[in-house]
């Protein structure tokens, strides 16, 4: 049997419990997940692991016998045991919109949780990033509707256009989230720059990305969820 069965065994028990479990709970959780696994040798095995999971920074050891995930994005592979999620999406000029796209994206990605999972999913967070230009555009009505519903990031003008710039403000919004949730990133609004910032991101973060086709308020999975 692989090492890496067992580190995934024990990530999996980490995520169910919510990101942070006891060794004993991490012991019963992959006992009742593979009852076929020796009793004698496992506590052993986790050990062994949870120290490599220790050393390569994945895992923190909290106080004795208590374990914790540094970022809960590592739980992206077992997201149905573990549906804590937060959206990262941005807000450009209306251009004759009257619903804004985060709130499309909002709508059609719980639409699709809760289709994967049969209950309501709640989406923990939900960070915006704009710019004062592009506020400017929106009714007060939909900017209402938007802070009752996230928290906004607001950039200047020149940073949406900077590849460099707005890659450090989603890095920064990806780790501040993950150490909660499991984000997810929109990467159809605003500009092109940013979509670019958002893939790459994503691709290093191993994050889900969405992108809603406007048309027909299509939610596409860029990045799929496992």
């Not at 169910?16 to 992959?30: L, N, T, V, Y």
Request: with cysteine.
């Amino acid at each position: 049997m692989s090492a890496m069965y067992i580190r995934e065994l024990v990530l999996m028990a980490l995520c169910k419990e919510g990101g942070s479990a006891r060794f004993a709970d991490i012991r019963r959780i992959i006992k009742d997940e593979r009852p076929h696994l020796d009793e004698n040798s496992l506590p052993q095995r986790i050990s062994y692991h949870l120290r490599r999971l220790i050393e390569m920074g994945i895992v923190e050891k909290v106080s004795e016998g208590m374990y914790r995930l540094r970022k809960f994005s590592n739980c992206v592979k077992f997201w149905k045991l573990c549906p804590k999620f937060s959206l990262i999406t941005a807000l450009g000029k209306a251009n004759s919109r009257k619903i804004s796209e985060p709130r499309i994206a909002l709508d059609l990605l719980k639409k699709y949780l809760r289709g994967k999972l049969g209950r309501e999913v709640d989406i923990k967070r939900v960070i915006i990033i704009t710019t004062k230009e592009a506020l400017q555009t929106w009714s007060e009505e939909e900017l209402d509707r938007l802070a009752r519903i996230a928290d906004m990031k607001i950039v200047p003008e020149d940073y949406v256009k900077n590849l460099h710039k707005i890659e450090g403000i989603i890095q920064n919004k990806v780790e501040e989230l993950s150490r909660d949730t499991i984000p997810i990133i929109d990467c159809t609004p605003m500009t092109k720059i940013y979509t670019i910032a958002t893939i790459r991101i994503a691709e290093k973060e191993d994050l889900p990305v969405i992108y809603v086709y406007e048309p027909n308020r299509e939610l596409i999975f860029i990045m799929e969820l496992p």
